[in-house]
């Protein structure tokens, strides 16, 4: 079958560095997107990795390994405003896990 | 600035109501999605469009339909609203089908009482 698990709570302290893993389980893949959603709001895309490695982009990294069908999301100097909830995806087309909410406290 | 829009950004209907909502991009994707926001589930594709013409199911497209007259729009029907239809809905796009890069529209809360 085809499924996404991610943990469905993180809190981290700001300041810190915090990991968000995805596994996943799909017949068909193209790569792992990221995407950020505050309470309120829409989701807006944050990353997307078709090969394995690490994509960089400023305070947001993120790493997909094929072989072993998992990625992360990481999130350095963690600020109030990253307090959102965090949901890989697989594609095409996409296909959202359940979500990560990540608190971030003083 | 291009955008994408979704009309209402609330409704209340009754069961058994026919409920059109509308998705609006002016981005010129070729690509449309139509999603469902529910606790604990996430996001759950609905149907989805690569073009006009184009209309695809997705995982929970029982109940719902859509059509693709033009690029801009992806308008999304509920034949006969069901009080499990009750849900936040997104309508996406994106630029070809190798991009994963979603645009998403504000979202409609809808309500079926």
């Known amino acids: 079958g085809q499924s996404l698990e991610q943990p469905s709570e993180v809190t981290a302290v700001e300041g810190a560095i915090v990991q968000i893993n995805c596994t996943y389980q799909?017949?068909?893949?193209?790569?792992l997107s990221w995407y950020q959603q505050h309470d309120g709001g829409a989701p807006t895309f944050l990353s997307y990795?078709?090969?394995?490695g690490l994509e960089e982009t400023g305070r947001f990294s993120s790493f997909l390994s094929r072989s072993d069908s998992y990625g992360y999301l990481l999130l350095q100097e963690l600020q109030m405003k990253d307090s959102a909830s965090y949901f890989c995806?697989?594609?095409?087309?996409?296909?959202f896990g359940k979500g990560t909410r990540l608190s971030v406290i003083a | 600035d291009a955008e994408i829009t979704q009309s209402p950004r609330h409704k209340i209907t009754e069961t058994g109501r026919q409920v059109t909502l509308a998705c609006h991009q002016t981005?010129?994707?070729?690509?449309m999605f139509w999603y469902r926001q529910d606790l604990g589930h996430g996001l759950r594709l609905i149907h989805y469009?690569?073009?006009?013409?184009?209309?695809n199911k997705g995982e929970v497209s029982d109940g719902y339909s859509v059509s693709r007259s033009n690029t801009e729009d992806l308008p999304l029907t509920l034949e006969s609203a069901a009080s499990s239809q009750t849900s936040v809905y997104f309508c996406?796009?994106?630029?070809?089908?190798?991009?994963?890069?979603?645009?998403f529209g504000p979202g409609t809360r809808l309500t079926v009482l």
């Open positions: 990795n078709a090969l394995d």
């Open positions: 981005w010129n994707h070729n690509n």
């Open positions: 469009s690569y073009g006009v013409q184009d209309t």
């Open positions: 995806a697989y594609s095409t087309p996409l296909v």
């Open positions: 799909t017949s068909g893949f193209y790569g």
């Open positions: 996406a796009s994106s630029v070809g089908r190798s991009t994963n890069e979603q645009f």
